[in-house]
């Protein structure tokens, strides 16, 4: 019993440090960094303890009992945390880091802009990584791993007044909700495969897994996949790779702490999570090992030919991380995860040191300097060399492959539906939507195949919405209406789909009603505020002037997109859970919907409130700065 | 600034030489120096100059308006001056007006400019955000390119050039298209290839070809400036890349055609001038006057005079001075450099003293070759070409050690499997102990480490050693010339004290990219131990001392010279060749070796109360501890201020203003008037000092006032690219000019030269040398000349030497100035010390 105390003080300490620093001044310098110092100090040293006395006590694992946030007739929403081997290895490596981290930035940041929140920032993601760590089931992890992309988002936009992280903020936040929609798939899949909310301790059952596994091959093929494309998308592995040395636009030690060693290893945790649902599955494991040694592979030949630091430490750590997938795969656990330690702290390291590299390189030089050869890669002639070369140069085409095949054709649909305008939007939407329930009122009197097509009919209404939403460049207002339509028409797709009831409907939308009638209101004031910078073509950078219509509005923004402080977060998942396991197309609609409908909603955030600002009055940085 | 109308055809030679002027001057990262930022901009006068840069590009170079306005109320701008200055520039009639306007009148202060307004049309017109598209993979090639030893697989062609590179490696990788239009390819391989054709293709209209490649330019002034610095030094890259702007522009434009031909299709899209719909405001037509630039401008001399009035007060208000001047214990040179300025203050405190302050290379100019070293570094200020080579030789331990973090294998697959796993737990520990307690790493960049103390320097002049250009060592006549110079400047010429100290100086940090911009800047940005250490020993030969002798210096038998370094950050000194001093000296070297040692600990105390994160009440001793550790933190950003809150350069006896507590904010020369009455030695001075101080402060200044444009931004996230240059994250462009973590506590305030001598020669002297007349013409920097007899002050002014009297009456009186450390980071009032 007290180590389940112990287990959830480890959990929500972080935050209590979070809300502590929310508390304090933006230039109490001294208070901020003392309350992150002593959180994480505390909660590496607590955990520290606490291990010790775990393994003197035989290391059994432990499963902290369910709490149940939501229960409707035919679905429960737990949340269940989960205590191991794995937990405490990553929870320790994350309390060390961090502690020396905090140390680091206390000095590091030193009178700069945004102290405060860049160690708010900290301690929420330190929060998100605990609790995703500790989690016991799909459900809890899916918080955390939200959590974890948004703290991302904003750290890497951390200068937001310049145009380059926001825009990598908006892309690294596109390829995470990749992968969010991987755990939400994999989420439905287990769903229906287990008739019941899985606990990561119940997989370990190799009896229970076994059968079935052997029942539904398809089925446990397809949640592994996902579980994959997830892991995939957070630890930078291909075809992903190319956000990690992207995001390194924040100081240096949030890089560090994120992309050097954190965040980035989360694919390896979920991979090792679910090992023993994978592992019997031999094509997964193929899967996995493949996509670690192509990672390998292209992230070695990249890392060699960049020419500035950050990146090639990122790749660097990216080909690590697929050598990692590809031990996983082979079975060898216990390597990969002390692969995955030592890789995290000599990262860190290598990415706190980086701008001591100029003199180090230089004095090297300048002492042992042999003049510059040109070197093949292998005897292979010129044209492979200097094609690879290229190849290398360019990342292997990763960056552009991402918004070529995935982005551009929802773009170019959407931009199909450019009759559509902020002013007769509502023509088009209220008589078709009625349209819509009259349908399901009546469908006793409709003939079976239509009832039959109704929900992907409705999906497909909903997702050609969200469509808009995402081309949408002249009307902010519109875009962000489009959205939340997407979300009416997702509800009546799934009410057509039978067995959701009212309450649970309720659940669903009233998230969606209150953030997105608030998010609204905003912009309808920005709108009359500034007539003149209001469209999506370009970043305007409003948070210069209205800092907290745009933090309203970032709220506004998370609810809408089903991050976990409205009721629609579980409402999302429940709309999931009437999906049937048939119902493929379906579940893609709508997974498209929130992986596209998310990244839109923050594209209208970022636009608008942040980047550089649209007037000159004051000192402007250029787009290439 | 070249004042010319855009011609009606376009000239090649002629637009790359104006690129060539406009573009940023940034040496790459080791041979960082500071320099004035808008040094494109230098002819005109400053106020004029401010106004235009901003208007053509877009810099924002005065304070924000409320900025000025808070001051004011703040009661940092004397109120006195407001009015004099006001009514001096406008007239009396007008005061009423001016008042007005400079503390209440609302202005639009938006920095409009003419940069951009052909590449947006981009934008706005084909929705194309053609930066965007060109610039990631652009900045990617050159650097790769010009890569000095970040890329762990070079380029792979060794070309003449960086288009022919690009050329090969296009006509070697068929398989992998190097653009996605066909029609460019083309243009790639085709032998008439020229910017005129390209921007045919782009443009379609001559009128506009000058004017697109400023706007294209500009938008990534880094780099651009990056390969015209190397165009034109090849040998500041150690490794050299043989590049160009002519063909870096050239690629850029079939970039930029490739970007439209793939998003429209060849033949689908109209050349840019075909859609122009608005007026295009020629970048160079006459800039038209705004009148909140004038308020801008009264309020900066405002500013800046309520600071110089006191100073001049002050000089004025010097003791009397005494007929026979006292003998002192020892006398010691210093570097002018500002951070000397406390230093001096607290050694004359502690000892019996005379200090000098002179150009820290002390007038010896050469290329320095440590052993082992496969390069030379110059020693002596930028603009200097030396023609000798000191090399040093028998060093005890090599200074370079080797740290696998750095190393290639730790970014490789296989070496950083291994490496992973077994060194990365001890980075942890490694990171934990130099988080917790900072220690030397391989990574600390030391200003002791550039020359070993126990090494010789071959410096006499040697003939077989000779390399093609330059001459091994000096012959005694030359060292005789170079002393007699160095003495004569300061004034010292007779009263030699036993011993003599010439202390250089340098810096320690770790982390910092921008490391070389700590060093002493009249070493070029090095260390200036071998300087200190060089003229020691010259004055130390018998042979120099006989020419000297015949010159009319009598060096004393008695009287020997010591090198020394003085580590600006970590307040730390380090004696020289102290094995050759005679009994009688040793002995008294050993007691000002505690003078010393003592000074620095108070130096370091009075430096701590701009580091806010020290606390300022405990003992000297404890916080020179506290002090020395910023060096060697990885954690720390300012491991130093370095030259941040100078202001002012005073050429003129150090009698005339040791009463002054000057916060130090001053470059110190000294130079005795009495002992060069027609000012043969001033010259040479202020020749040095324009553009170095000069440089120096107006890069501080530009870096206050636009840290986006005109200085490096926050190095919080900084980038290192190609060991030449700083960018934000990944894609960015190299950033210029300073961090802001170098200017927090900087007041942008241009720099005061105050001679004393006679005004008739000054103005003789500075007509003498028209690239320093014009620092001083177009007020640059500003220059009072003090009459020595009268104290009467003389201001220069479009030419001429105009009478000021300063509003400051009196000046505070402070007793030890022991109580101002513990109190404030914010910069102290002009004190006359007891």
Known sequence: MLSNYIILGLIFLPVVGFLLTLLCGENQEKRISQIAFYTIASHFFGALGFIVYWLVNGAMPINLKEYILYESHSYVFLIDFYWDGLSAVYCLVAAFISFLIVRYSRYYMHLEKGYKRFFSTILFFYFAYNFTVLSGNFETLFIGWEMIGISSFLLIAFYRERYLPVRNAVKVFSVYRIGDIGILLAMWGSHHLWHDNITFLKLHNTHLVASVLAEHPLTSWFIGSCLLVAAAAKSGQFPFSSWVPRAMEGPTPSSAIFYGSLSIHFGLFLLIRTMPFWEPQWVLRLMIGFVGFTTAIVGYFTAKAQPTIKTQIAYASVAQIGLMFVELSLGFTTLAVVHFVGNAFLRTYQLLVSPSVVSYLIREQFYHFRPYQTRQYFPLGKSIHYGLYLLALREFYLDTLMSKIIFNPFKKIGSRLNFLTYRNVFYYFVPTYLLGWLAWFFKAYLPASVIYLMPELAGAIALLMIMKAFSEREYPLLAWLMVVQGHFWIALAVMHNDLMDWQELLWYLSGVVVAGWVGWVCLLWLRKKEPKYFNLYRYYGHNYEYQRLGGLFFFCTLGLMGFPITTTFIGEDLVFSHVSEKQFVLAFFLSSCFVIGGIALIRIYARLFLGNHAKVYHENPLQSS | ?834
């Not at chain 2, 084909?126 to 598209?133: A, D, G, W």
């Not at chain 2, 002519?246 to 060849?266: M, P, Q, R, S």
């Not at chain 2, 000096?474 to 110079?485: D, I, K, S, Y």
């Not at chain 2, 009698?655 to 904010?665: C, I, S, V, Y």
Request: glycine share 6%; hydrophobic share 40%.
């Open chain 2, 1 to 834: 600034m070249i004042v010319y109308l855009t011609p009606p055809t376009f000239e090649q030679k002629v637009v790359l030489q104006h690129l060539h002027h406009y573009l940023p001057h940034q040496n790459p990262l080791k041979d960082f120096i500071n320099d004035n930022v808008l040094k494109s901009f230098q002819d005109l006068p400053f106020h004029e100059a401010l106004l235009t840069a901003s208007t053509i590009l877009g810099y924002k170079t005065y304070l924000y308006l409320n900025e000025y306005r808070a001051l004011y109320a703040n009661g940092k701008i004397n109120p006195l001056l407001f009015q004099k200055i006001i009514i001096d520039q406008k007239g009396i009639e007008q005061w009423d007006i001016w008042e007005k306007k400079l503390l209440e009148k609302d202005y639009d202060t938006s920095l409009y400019n003419r940069l951009g307004q052909l590449h947006q049309i981009w934008t706005n017109h084909y929705h194309l955000n053609i930066e965007k598209e060109v610039h990631s993979f652009l900045f990617r090639l050159i650097g790769s390119y010009i890569d000095q030893g970040i890329t762990l697989k070079k380029f792979p062609i060794k070309a003449n050039g960086f288009l022919e590179a690009i050329q090969q490696l296009d006509k070697n990788s068929r398989w992998i298209p190097f653009f996605r239009s066909k029609r460019v390819k083309k243009l790639l391989h085709e032998p008439h290839i020229s910017l005129q054709s390209l921007l045919d293709i782009l443009v379609g209209d001559e009128a506009f070809y000058e004017q697109y490649l400023f706007d294209q330019q500009f938008a990534h002034a880094g780099w651009s400036g990056m390969v015209s610095v190397i165009e034109n030094h090849p040998e500041t890259l150690l490794d050299p890349r043989p590049v160009s702007l002519h063909d870096f522009i050239l690629l850029e434009l079939l970039l930029e055609i490739d970007a439209l031909d793939t998003k429209f299709g060849v033949g689908n899209w109209e050349p840019l001038a075909k859609n122009i719909t608005t007026d295009i405001v020629p970048l160079f037509n006459p800039v038209e006057k705004r009148e909140v630039f004038e308020v801008y401008a009264l309020w900066q001399e405002i500013y800046e005079w309520t600071f110089y009035d006191q100073v001049l007060r002050g000089l004025q208000l010097a003791p009397q001075e005494a007929s026979i001047e006292k003998k002192t214990d020892f006398q010691a040179f210093f570097c002018i450099d500002d951070r000397e300025c406390s230093l001096r203050r607290h050694l004359e405190k502690i000892a019996n003293v005379a200090t000098f302050g002179t150009a820290g290379f002390f007038n010896i100019e050469f290329y320095f070759q440590p052993e082992g070293g496969k390069f030379y570094t110059k020693s002596c200020p930028a603009p200097l070409n030396p023609h000798y080579l000191v090399k040093e030789k028998n060093i005890r331990k090599h200074h370079h050690k080797r740290d696998a973090h750095f190393s290639r294998q730790s970014r490789n697959l296989l070496g950083s499997w291994v490496i992973s796993q077994t060194m990365g737990f001890w980075s942890a520990i490694e990171l934990a102990w130099n988080i917790f307690k900072p220690t030397e790493t391989p990574a600390l960049v030391s200003s002791f480490r550039h020359m070993d103390r126990h090494s010789t320097l071959q410096y006499e002049h040697c003939e077989n050693g000779e390399t093609q250009s330059l001459q091994v060592g000096f012959t005694n006549e030359e060292m005789a010339l170079r002393m007699e110079t160095l003495l004569r400047s300061v004034g010292l010429v007779e009263n030699f004290a036993s011993l003599v100290y010439f202390v250089g100086h340098g810096a320690s940090s770790v982390n910092n990219p921008h490391y070389a911009a700590y060093g002493c800047g009249a070493c070029s940005g090095q260390t200036g131990s071998v300087n200190a250490r060089l003229a020691a020993a010259m004055l130390n030969k018998k042979e120099v001392r006989k020419l000297l002798k015949e010159k009319g210096i009598d060096i004393p038998d008695s009287t020997q010279f010591v090198g020394a370094l003085h580590d600006t950050t970590q307040d730390e000194i380090l004696f020289y060749d102290e094995k050759i001093l005679s009994d009688e000296n040793r002995l008294r070297h050993k007691e000002h070796t505690k003078a010393f040692t003592e000074a620095l600990t108070n130096n370091a105390k009075e430096r701590s109360r701009r580091f806010l994160l020290i606390d300022t009440n405990k003992s000297a001793k404890k916080i020179h501890k506290q002090v020395k550790l910023r060096a060697l933190s990885l954690f720390e950003p300012r491991s130093e201020w370095d030259h941040a809150t100078n202001a002012l350069c005073i050429v003129g006896r150090r009698q005339t203003n040791a009463h002054l507590f000057l916060d130090r904010r001053s470059f110190l020369n000294s130079y005795d008037y009495r002992k060069d009455k027609e000012g043969k030695y001033l010259l040479g001075i202020l020749r040095a000092v324009a553009p170095v101080c000069g440089g120096i402060n107006l890069q501080y200044y530009f870096a206050c006032t636009d840290h986006y444009r005109l200085g490096a931004g926050s190095k919080l996230p900084h980038n290192v690219i190609g060991l030449v240059g700083v960018a934000n994250g990944i894609d960015g462009d190299l950033r210029i000019g300073l961090p802001q973590q170098s200017v927090d506590i900087h007041d942008p305030i241009r720099l005061l030269v105050v001679v004393e001598h006679f005004p008739a020669v000054v103005k003789e002297v500075i007509q003498k040398d028209l690239t320093t007349y014009q620092w001083f013409e177009n007020e640059w920097i500003h220059l009072v000349v003090i009459q020595p007899e009268t104290k009467q002050l003389f201001r220069f002014t479009k030419g001429n030497f105009l009478p000021y009297e300063p509003i400051t009456q009196t000046l505070p009186t402070i007793n030890g100035l022991e109580n101002l450390w513990t109190n404030s980071g914010e910069n102290l009032p002009i004190y006359l010390m007891q």
